[in-house]
């Protein structure tokens, strides 16, 4: 990441003192994630997430629920049963309690890539609309403002480009 700073401020420099030789060097900057979350099919993507997430939080819910029944029924037979009832009971708790650690493992990994697989088509529509922004505007790069990459711009140098993308994508 540091490397990556040093790479955008040199970058950042460079043009910057080239630009002023002949003022003709222009940049955009924005923040991408808020660009991205006006759009209005990132609302629709996060109803369907939050849905998605539900559905998989109330198979957790079950499966712990039938878990703790078993456990409780263990916990209260165990000094009667034969030795051999007692392991097949413990056996079959270990196996569950593995299932249910696999599945929600599985849960998170299916979510996050339910996620990617949705957010994908905003992203390239957004960089889209960004790149037909830069090269109507004439700007030679477009930075993403967001994390604090670039803690100054200069609004001389570049143009703050939020509102004609959030525009572009209603």
């Known amino acids: 990441m540091k490397r990556f700073a040093t790479i955008v401020i040199a970058l950042c420099v ?30 629709d993507m996060q109803k369907k997430m939050a849905d998605l997430e539900a559905q998989y939080q109330a198979e957790t819910k079950r499966v712990e629920d039938e878990f703790n029944r078993k456990y409780e029924e263990f916990l209260e037979g165990q000094r009667e049963f034969p030795k051999t009832i007692l392991q097949k ?18 849960s998170r990994q299916q979510l996050a890539s339910a ?5 994908t088509p905003l992203k390239e529509q957004l960089s889209g609309v960004i790149a037909k922004i830069a090269k109507e505007r004439g700007l030679a790069f477009v ?4 994390s604090n990459a670039c803690p100054f711009i200069d609004p001389t140098m570049g143009e703050d480009i939020n509102m004609l993308v959030q525009d572009a994508l209603k």
């Open 14 to 43: 460079f043009l910057g003192l080239s630009a002023q030789e002949n003022n003709t060097f222009r940049f955009g900057y924005l923040s991408y994630e808020q660009a991205l979350k006006s759009m209005s099919q990132y609302a």
């Open 89 to 106: 009971r413990q056996v079959e708790l270990q196996e569950l309690m593995e299932k249910n650690i696999a599945f929600k493992e599985e």
């Open 143 to 146: 930075i993403n403002t967001d």
């Open 115 to 119: 996620e990617e697989e949705m957010t």
